[in-house]
């Protein structure tokens, strides 16, 4: 079992910023592809940013590429998300989510996940 832990989240106004973060237990952390997801209200799960393979290639979804970036603390054993000029299309409750196998983008590759953490952007 991994046990994942987000926080960071708040209101901001729009083009402001947030750092999110995952805090992992369990079983060992680097042993798993880590993830972002989020999910806004009436919508799907949605893919924002995950780390490709443990080594660190990382990949993002259009919509926040080159704005948001994503890293990760093998040793601490936790994962960030840095939100860049943060949009009302942002909000949404963020999850992060860890694998070991499958599709980076696929919520269904995901074996663990958080209780989410809700990001809120103001016009």
């Known amino acids: 079992q991994v046990q994942l832990v987000e926080s960071g989240g708040g209101l901001v106004q729009a083009g402001g910023s947030l750092r999110l973060s995952c805090a992992a237990s369990?079983?060992?952390?680097?042993?798993?592809?880590m993830g972002w997801f989020r999910q806004a209200p009436g919508t799907e799960r949605e893919f924002v940013a995950a780390f490709v393979t443990i080594g660190g290639l990382t990949f993002y979804a259009d919509s926040v590429k080159g704005r948001f970036t994503i890293s990760r603390d093998n040793v601490k054993n936790t994962m960030s998300l840095e939100m860049n000029s943060l949009k009302p299309g942002d909000t949404a409750v963020y999850y992060c989510a860890a694998r070991m196998r499958g599709s980076v983008t696929n919520t269904e590759s995901y074996d663990y996940w958080g209780q989410g953490t809700q990001v809120t952007v103001s016009s």
């Open positions: 369990g079983r060992t952390f680097s042993n798993y592809a």
